[in-house]
């Protein structure tokens, strides 16, 4: 009979004349794979006719079987990392604290990892969300018990400066770049006076650790109003400075180290020179304002802020007498008040434009 060899079809024919029937022939595409191993399953003919691989004939391509987490199409199904052992399950890393200790398996570059929780701020629930190994956070001197240990501001870093504090917003005493270095001369011995009056946070912290009396942030309701607390504090009396100095491990200025000071140690009735200029000191506005916002008009090379202006500043005198310095916010002050000189000795009552400022002495 005779053979006219022709391509070899999936027909149940030898078309190539070669006795052999429906062999090397060209499969026809069943599915696009997406990975090399993948792309040999073609459609098997068997019978003269089409029909896609069975599992025993894909289970013999190399690679094939079983999905596993290594960025392949394992078992040729069209999807990457589908159907792997343990995959989205919750899985612990025992090397990690608190809730960073705990996640889901997942396949990331390749690999079946543990993908753990991330860091979240801390709360007192007994949970540590900060997945440093504790409840809470370092202690913060703010009133609040951060490191829920049942104890508000920790001692001793949240202890006066006298004491041996070393938070920096709770002990003024080590945070170098609040406290400014006045050069003695013309027998004042050299001090540290800090650069702006006292705060409303900074009296407040005093109160959370239960060294300064309520009283005067409830008489000026600045309690309850954290948005008031870069201004200066008022409504003190000599008795809450008192407290205040205390527990900090401050002192008052006398009159003739603040003169020195605000004379810019040279004399001046203001630290900007001898004649008075409104544009550089908070007088007379009706307002107070966050403290150094009259920067220009700043003492001591530009970092003692507010020395005129703002609010009155109480201190000592040299002969003992309690007054104030400075002038203040207060419609009717003048700028010849709050001259640098001048004393105010007869009206040292507590009010709401009246404040304070502490210095270091020897030793600082």
Avoid at 121 to 148: F, K, L, Y
Avoid at 152 to 175: F, K, L, M, R, W
Avoid at 176 to 197: Q, R
Avoid at 343 to 356: E, H, L, P, Q, W
């Amino acid at each position: 009979m005779y053979c006219e060899s022709q391509a070899e079809r999936c027909d149940g024919i030898d078309n190539d004349c070669d006795f052999n029937i429906d062999e090397e022939i060209t499969p026809i595409d069943s599915v696009v794979y997406q990975h090399s191993f993948c792309t040999g399953i073609k459609q098997v003919c068997e019978n003269g006719a089409w029909r896609e691989a069975n599992q025993d004939e894909l289970s013999r391509i190399p690679g094939y079987g079983i999905e596993i987490c290594d960025g392949v199409d394992n078992d040729c199904d069209g999807n990457v990392d589908d159907d792997v052992l343990n995959l989205n399950q919750n899985c612990t890393d025992e090397a990690k604290l608190g809730i960073c200790r705990q996640g889901v398996y997942q396949c990331q570059q390749g690999q079946l990892i543990c993908a753990t929780n991330t860091p979240q701020g801390d709360v007192c629930n007994g949970v540590d969300e900060s997945c440093d190994g504790i409840d809470g956070i370092s202690e913060q001197c703010n009133g609040i018990d951060d490191n829920c240990d049942g104890i508000v501001d920790n001692y001793p870093i949240c202890a006066p400066c006298s004491q041996g504090g070393t938070y920096p917003e709770y002990c003024p005493g080590v945070t170098t770049n609040e406290w400014v270095t006045v050069l003695g001369g013309n027998g004042i011995a050299t001090f540290k006076m800090f650069k702006t009056e006292v705060t409303i946070q900074m009296y407040k912290n005093c109160v959370n650790a239960g060294g300064c009396s309520i009283d005067p942030l409830n008489t000026c309701s600045f309690a309850g109003r954290d948005d008031l607390n870069a201004y200066p504090m008022a409504c003190v009396n000599f008795d809450h400075i008192n407290q205040y100095t205390a527990w900090s491990g401050t002192i008052l200025p006398n009159d003739l180290e603040w003169e020195f000071a605000a004379g810019n140690r040279n004399g001046y009735n203001y630290p900007w020179g001898w004649d008075y200029n409104a544009s550089l000191a908070n007088i007379s506005t009706g307002a107070p304002t966050i403290p150094c916002t009259y920067a220009q008009g700043n003492s001591i090379d530009g970092q003692i802020c507010d020395l005129i202006g703002n609010v009155w500043e109480f201190m000592i005198s040299s002969y003992g007498a309690y007054i104030r310095k400075g002038g203040s916010f207060y419609i009717g002050n003048t700028g010849y008040a709050a001259r640098a000189s001048n004393d105010v000795s007869d009206d040292i009552a507590s009010s709401s434009n009246r404040g304070f400022r502490v210095i270091l002495r020897s030793g600082f």
